[in-house]
């Protein structure tokens, strides 16, 4: 909570507003996968505008040696994933499944795997997808709008813009399978993606 305090003053230095929609489907009993789309850093602003009390991030190790950036992830409780390891990546998402039940907590993943600030949605990888219908819990997706028309990094260009952020319902799992995952991958990529050139004012 702290540092969710001290990241959400970052936005008036950048001149940044939030739109946020959505925030009751949230509030769902026990445990969920959060996915949502990943452009940059300045998703972590955006992140601290929604994120729920009971709920901790899942990300790539290499993030914890990015400076101040890795120490305040670090300090808030971020589940770091040795992406290069398939057996190490696995056996950390079958201890999350664990955790999540027994504290009853949700889980944030960025499907996309790397950042992306293209105006579209890198294809999803399953492993939030394989956790969810392993812990028979909902899949909560989150949309950022894009950043596009007023964040370039490939030229360092930044001016100041209005982000929008939509929560969109969750999506059930109960009763699903393994061969059921790449359908809900699917899902709920069609959906974020229509929600996404929606709240960008793109065209699908």
């Excluded at 812990?135 to 007023?150: C, D, L, R």
């Excluded at 999506?171 to 399978?177: D, P, R, S, V």
Aim: proline fraction near 5%.
């Amino acid at each position: 909570r702290i540092i969710r305090t001290v990241v959400r003053t970052f936005k008036y230095f950048f001149g940044l507003r939030f739109e946020v929609k959505g925030l009751e489907n949230f509030k769902v009993e026990g445990p969920a996968i959060i996915v949502s789309n990943h452009q940059s850093i300045l998703d972590m602003m955006g992140l601290m505008e929604i994120l729920p009390d009971d709920c901790v991030q899942v990300g790539k190790k290499e993030l914890m040696y990015a400076g101040t950036v890795g120490l305040i992830i670090y300090l808030g409780g971020v589940i770091f994933i040795n992406r290069k390891s398939t057996s190490s990546a696995k056996m950390v998402m079958a201890e999350v499944a664990k955790s999540m039940a027994a504290d009853n907590v949700k889980v944030w993943v960025y499907p996309e795997g790397t950042r992306n600030c293209t105006g579209d949605l890198l294809p999803f990888k399953k492993g939030a997808f394989h956790l969810a219908v392993q812990a028979q819990v909902p899949v909560i997706p989150v949309v950022y709008s894009s950043f596009t028309s007023f964040y370039n990094p490939k030229k360092n260009l930044f001016t100041s813009g209005k982000i929008k952020v939509e929560v969109l319902p969750p999506i059930e799992t109960k009763g699903l399978t393994s061969e059921n995952v790449s359908d809900l991958t699917d899902r709920c990529f069609h959906t974020m993606r229509e929600t996404l050139f929606r709240l960008s004012g793109s065209p699908s």
